[in-house]
Every structure is written in C-alpha cells, then in structure tokens.
C-alpha cells in the first residue's frame, strides 16, 4: 500500500534551518510528484511548494520563496524539505504530499504522517 | 493569486442531519477544487476530487458540486464518524494553488 513516512520532531532556535524527510513506498516513486504543506498549531492548511520526482523541478509559494528548498533522492525514494532562517512563524506541522508529477499541482491522494517543527528561544 | 473563501467556519449538527459546506473562489477555478477531511492530530484526508468526483473508498454520502467560483460539499447524513474539519483547495493552476480557510464541523 502507499506509504509517506516523515521524520520525527524538531525543535529549533530562531535562525536556524530545518530538514524534514519524507519517504515514499508502495508505488513508483518517480512517476509522481511530491507537495509540502504546513498547518501551524490550531490553523489552516498552507502549501509550500511542489517538486517533481522525475527531473527536480521546483515551484515554490511566494511566502517561502528564498527561504525552502525541496530535493529527492530517488535511490532511497525520499524527498526532503529545508527550511532556513526559522522564526517562530515556522512552527507547525510539516506535510508531504502524493502529487502529480508534472506541474501544474493537483490534489493530494495520499499524505504523511507530519512532522511538527517548534521553532523557540 | 486565487483565493478560496469557506463558509460557515463552523458547523454545530447531529447525527442524520444533511450539512452542505460552501467554498467560493475569488475568480473561476472551472472544475479544479478538491475536498479534504481533517481529523484532529491526523493528516488530511481526499474526499472529492475535480468538484464531484468520489475519491475511492470514500462513503457515498459525501457528494461535491459546483463549477467556476462556487462549490458545495454536502454530507447527506451526518455520521459520529463525520465530526471533523473540512477544506477545499483549488489546483491546476499554473501560479500555485490555495487551500479554503476550513470548516469545522461539531455536534450540536
């Protein structure tokens, strides 16, 4: 069955940068894409950003833009997401998202477990 | 940027009732609009998909419509399995895509 297995909690202090890792089975990792989106404590959903397995193309919200970068490394089909020069604003939890290979992103029909990420002094 | 509005925030209902959630776009979006489930502590979870279309092993009592700027997520009765929190997100959109603001559905 397909499966997105995140790694575990973070805390970090403000300024510092954070990886998240996301790792896929149960389907050809490389014929999708991948999505990251974030839910700070008690609010919505906010994408992040989309990166195709395939060739690593990227595309990034406007509010992160700068700051996050996505990558995968396809001989352990897992993804990863670094996010730097974290404030408190980046607490949250972080999600990875079965997506469509090619942009532009669809609907999510399969996502990991999260991530939450506490950023504090 | 699209930007998708939901309404009510929240919901209060039984058991059996019929809830309809709306969600609007600030400009047309066509068919391109998912509905997510939301548990607390859970992950999302797909339940339509291109505004009607029934994500596989989703009930049949959750049914999506609407084309262009307004859409509706009906549950036809409501379920103690249903009590959760529900978005709508739009997609296919070459500036990026957005997420509705949420509705949380509660026992009344």
């Known amino acids: 069955q397909v499966q997105l297995v995140q790694s575990g909690a973070e805390v970090k202090k403000p300024g510092a940068s954070v990886k998240v890792s996301c790792k896929a089975s149960g389907y050809s990792f490389i014929s999708y894409g991948l999505s990251w989106v974030r839910q700070a404590p008690g609010q919505g959903l906010e994408w992040m950003g989309w990166i195709s397995i395939y060739n690593g193309n990227t595309f990034y919200a406007q509010k992160v833009q700068g700051r996050v970068t996505m990558t995968t490394d396809t001989s352990t089909s897992t993804a990863y997401m670094e996010l730097r020069s974290l404030t408190s604003d980046d607490t949250a939890v972080y999600y990875c998202a079965r997506d469509d290979e090619q942009w532009p992103s669809s609907y999510f029909d399969y996502w990991g477990q999260g991530t939450l990420v506490t950023v504090s002094s | 940027d699209i930007q998708m509005t939901q309404s009510p925030s929240t919901l209060s209902a039984s058991v059996g009732d019929r809830v309809t959630i709306t969600c609007r776009a600030s400009?047309?979006?066509?068919?391109?609009l998912a509905w997510y489930q939301q548990k607390p502590g859970k992950a999302p979870k797909l339940l339509i998909y291109?505004?009607?279309s029934l994500q596989s092993g989703v009930p049949s009592r959750f049914s999506g419509s609407g084309s262009g700027t307004e859409f509706t997520l009906t549950i036809s009765s409501l379920q103690p399995d249903d009590f959760a929190t529900y978005y709508c997100q739009h997609y296919n959109s070459y500036s990026g895509l957005a997420f509705g603001g949420g509705t949380k559905v509660d026992i009344k």
């Open positions: 291109k505004a009607s």
């Open positions: 400009q047309s979006i066509s068919s391109w």
